[in-house]
């Protein structure tokens, strides 16, 4: 059974940083590319990061684009966005999803970021 | 960007009736694979999405039979033929042909 776990959402004040990890298991790992959406609380979806199976092509959505990075471990079945400059219009549940060919698959339960002073 | 556009964007249903929603993109979601990457999530009230359809009209496994897709190019319709109460959500659609993916603004379904 494919379970993605994420982990690390927290009360953080602007300008501040965080870390998300994402654990995944009941798959190969490293043969998806995998994506960090983010929901803004009672608002939509919005696609935010993608990175490729081993970790070599990333992309951004424009407004976290040289404040956030995405990243992997393919050793430890694992997904991280670190996040930076942290602003308050990024506080939202953020979620590990599993890509498949144009679509997206699987999704975690996602972690709540709340930045706010 | 592919720009989705959803309506309606909420959805008063009377249990057993019919639902219709209606996603239009701004620009034709044919990839060069040849397949045209238009899927449909629910997600229902505290929880995370789910995926209901992909490429059109693929069905998911354990997705009721009650949901389907239809569409092509730019103009797409997910359609429930008998709303049950467990149907209560937000639905959205999602463009998977295009960097970035991008979301319609999501419909929310309600009984009435």
């Known amino acids: 059974e494919v379970q993605l776990v994420e982990s690390g959402g927290v009360v953080v004040q602007p300008g501040g940083t965080l870390r998300l990890s994402c654990g995944a298991s009941?798959?190969?790992?490293?043969?998806?590319?995998m994506h960090w959406v983010r929901q803004a609380p009672g608002k939509g979806l919005e696609w935010v990061s993608l990175i490729s199976g081993d970790g070599g092509l990333t992309h951004y959505i424009d407004s976290v684009r040289g404040r956030f990075t995405i990243s992997r471990d393919n050793s430890k079945n694992s997904l991280y966005l670190q996040m930076d400059s942290l602003r308050t219009e990024d506080t939202g549940f953020y979620y590990c999803a599993r890509d498949l060919s144009g679509s997206i698959d699987y999704w975690g339960q996602g972690t709540l970021v709340t930045v706010s002073s | 960007d592919a720009v989705m556009t959803q309506s309606p964007l909420s959805l008063p249903v009377t249990l057993g009736q019919p639902a219709s929603i209606s996603c239009r993109s701004s620009?034709?979601?044919?990839?060069?694979?040849?397949?045209?990457?238009l899927n449909w999530f629910q997600q229902r009230p505290g929880q995370s999405p789910r995926r209901l359809i992909y490429k059109v009209s693929d069905r998911d496994s354990g997705v009721p039979d009650r949901f389907s897709g239809s569409g092509s190019g730019t103009d797409f319709t997910l359609k429930i033929s008998r709303v049950e109460a467990e149907d209560v959500g937000v639905y959205y659609c999602m463009q998977g042909t295009f960097w970035p993916y991008t979301f319609g603004q999501g419909t929310k379904l309600e009984i009435k």
């Open positions: 620009q034709s979601l044919v990839h060069s694979d040849g397949y045209t990457h």
């Open positions: 009941g798959f190969t790992f490293a043969h998806y590319q």
